[in-house]
């Protein structure tokens, strides 16, 4: 069974300028979550879809960050403009159900580096 | 004060050794505990779920929780390089919309040969 597969997994702009991310969750799998991650923390949630529903998008700054997951499948997380904070890595987990304890399969992530 | 309280280390202790990592939290309304090990560049995977107290062992893992004392522990038997990555513990509470996972830093740990 493939895991979650993300694209980019590097990515370096500049300041000011668009970047997109890419997430393709397991088949089959309804959950999928956006999450960001610092250098020496643990995974931060953006934004939750159940579907194709953004059910919980509370802590995505929404001023610059909007993601969609047009049928349900796979999902794209944008930023535009960037900052240099917003330099970390991104990932994408996705999960067959939406019971509290579900087990999240996380992507590789893509590491941005805004300069 | 955060949610979830993990000691970035590292941690760094030899071949065969006993590694045991720890998570304290204030959240007494947290059921379900767990521990994702991330190597480097990778995202993480999860090791360990562990409902409510008690222990629970995998092989050479063996996760513990104390609820009485808002603590949880990742005991690694007979450690390998190969177990050489960030320890990430996470935790939610129970119920309807309380999915939202809450994340230790991580405590990087290294196995020297």
């Known amino acids: 069974e493939a895991g979650v597969v993300q694209s980019p997994r590097y990515k370096i702009i500049e300041k000011k300028q668009p970047v997109a991310f890419w997430c393709n969750p397991i088949s089959g799998h309804n959950t999928l979550y956006w999450y960001l991650q610092n250098l020496g923390q643990g995974p931060e949630l953006l934004i939750r879809y159940e579907n194709e529903e953004a059910v919980d998008d509370s802590q995505l700054p929404k001023d610059r960050f909007s993601a969609e997951r047009l049928k349900g499948v796979d999902s794209t997380l944008k930023i535009q403009p960037a900052e240099l904070g917003d330099s970390a890595v991104y990932l994408c987990?996705?999960?067959?159900?939406?019971?509290?304890?579900?087990?999240?399969?996380f992507g590789p992530g893509t590491r941005l580096l805004v300069l | 004060q955060k949610e979830v309280e993990q000691d970035p280390g590292p941690l760094s202790v030899p071949e065969g050794a006993i590694v045991s990592l720890n998570c304290t939290y204030s959240?007494?309304?947290?059921?379900?505990f767990m521990w994702y090990r991330q190597y480097s560049r990778k995202g993480p995977e999860l090791l360990m779920y562990?409902?409510s107290s008690g222990n629970k062992e995998d092989g050479r893992f063996t996760a513990q929780v104390d609820k009485s004392s808002k603590y949880i522990s990742l005991f690694i038997r007979d450690s390998q390089p190969s177990d050489s990555a960030t320890y990430l513990c996470a935790m939610n509470a129970l119920g309807g919309s309380n999915y939202q996972l809450i994340w230790g830093a991580g405590t990087k740990l290294i196995i020297k040969p």
């Open positions: 562990t409902y």
């Open positions: 987990a996705s999960s067959s159900g939406t019971n509290t304890g579900e087990t999240q399969y």
């Open positions: 959240n007494s309304a947290f059921q379900y």
